[in-house]
């Protein structure tokens, strides 16, 4: 970032104290989804460009090295305009009725960037739906909010559709570990707060209790146990708060966000802007450091249009790709610390600069300290480290001229 300058800087330098003996959160990693047929972007470019974009979102030399991918689990009975086709076309009868399973081997191009992504080495799939199908809810749609049929407060005429919904999630995993990518967390809810036009369903904190009591030991004795049940993938902080004090074993360890509605930009610092990649490296050091959070997805890493909800943008006509600066923001932190990496102290960053230090796991054992300029004039710092030694230092810059660019 702009302040990794400050390494080769004459000016008199303030120090940063590393203390690698005082221990904050352990780290799951950085990641983005490609629901909603994002992921067949990918699939339908050219191969030149293919290999590009997929090296930018998850190579760890050269890219963001992005290690979780958000896969949306379908609810929809085709993928026209976006949608995401679900495994269960066919209305079952009742929620005791024998399901008709299919499986089309795409899942929306999620499976194809899932297999990509394993040969990167990412390890962390997390498999997230939006809503349960059609007749499963209150309002029979998948769109438009509706609960689920048997959750607290919600009785619907068809019968409780809570197992019903647990044994299509798990066919759905079962159906990726048969492609040999194994989910390693599963969701059931996307935004239960809000109503939206698209696929989406409402829940409280209690409702969504109710139905892990039937998701944990269903997983249990499918022998998926070790699969992570996450919710509520809250609309803010607030209410998933508000939600996870309903649930006993739940704790809030990752946050997605993304600038839905900011026009286009790819760069660095234009005006202090949602979309700036400044402004998204305060967000991760805000998340990492103020707020004690373990991950961080971004809401989609590709996608058309000319809005900031994207990472890298993909016009599906020309297939031009261009990149933003907040991949390689996300990239100061998500090529470096790695899984299981544990945040450290760092203290004593001056005034406009905001520090954090993380040690990874492993052979490497690497130190990692993010340094983020957040003023206009350059700032140095020197480090000053407390029970690590290491073999060498390396700086990496980003700015509006550079993208993760190594200044040694």
Not at 225 to 250: F, P, Q, Y
């Amino acid at each position: 970032m702009d302040a990794s300058y400050c390494l080769c800087s004459a000016k008199r330098a303030t120090t940063l104290t590393i203390d690698v003996f005082n221990t904050f959160q352990t780290i799951d990693g950085f990641g983005f989804s490609e629901a909603f047929q994002r992921a067949n972007q990918i699939v339908n470019l050219p191969a030149a460009k293919q290999r590009a974009v997929l090296d930018v979102l998850f190579n760890t030399t050269t890219g963001a090295g992005f290690s979780i991918l958000r896969n949306g689990i379908g609810s929809s009975s085709d993928s026209r305009s976006g949608l995401m086709n679900s495994i269960l076309v066919t209305k079952m009868s009742s929620p005791s009725a024998t399901p008709n399973y299919t499986w089309d081997g795409k899942d929306s191009g999620q499976l194809f960037v899932s297999k990509e992504a394993q040969k990167y080495g990412v390890k962390t799939f997390y498999a997230n739906a939006w809503s349960a199908l059609p007749f499963m809810k209150t309002n029979n749609n998948e769109n438009n909010g509706g609960y689920l049929c048997g959750v607290s407060g919600q009785s619907c005429a068809s019968g409780d559709w809570k197992q019903a919904y647990v044994n299509y999630l798990v066919q759905y995993v079962r159906f990726y570990e048969s492609e040999g990518v194994w989910v390693t967390h599963l969701g059931f809810l996307n935004e239960p707060d809000f109503t939206a036009s698209y696929a989406s369903m409402l829940s409280s904190g209690t409702q969504a209790a109710d139905f892990i009591k039937v998701l944990s030991p269903t997983l249990k004795a499918a022998n998926l146990s070790h699969i992570a049940i996450t919710c509520c993938e809250s609309t803010g902080w607030s209410d998933t708060i508000n939600k996870v004090s309903h649930l006993k074993s739940a704790s809030p360890n990752s946050a997605e966000y993304s600038d839905l509605n900011g026009q286009w930009t790819t760069a660095w610092y234009q005006n202090g802007g949602a979309g700036d990649g400044m402004t998204w490296a305060s967000t991760l050091h805000n998340a990492l450091v103020n707020n004690n959070c373990s991950g961080y997805l971004y809401w989609v890493g590709t996608q058309w249009g000319n809005t900031n909800e994207k990472m890298i943008k993909i016009d599906d006509s020309t297939k031009d790709v261009q990149v933003s600066k907040r991949v390689w923001a996300f990239a100061q932190f998500s090529r470096y610390i790695r899984p299981n990496a544990v945040r450290v102290s760092a203290t004593g960053a001056p005034s406009g600069v905001s520090a954090s230090a993380f040690v990874n796991e492993g052979a490497s054992g690497s130190l990692v300290v993010p340094v983020l300029n957040t003023g206009s004039a350059v700032q140095a710092v020197t480090l000053s480290v407390k029970g690590f030694v290491g073999m060498n230092v390396t700086a990496w810059i980003t700015d509006n001229t550079h993208a993760c660019y190594s200044c040694d």
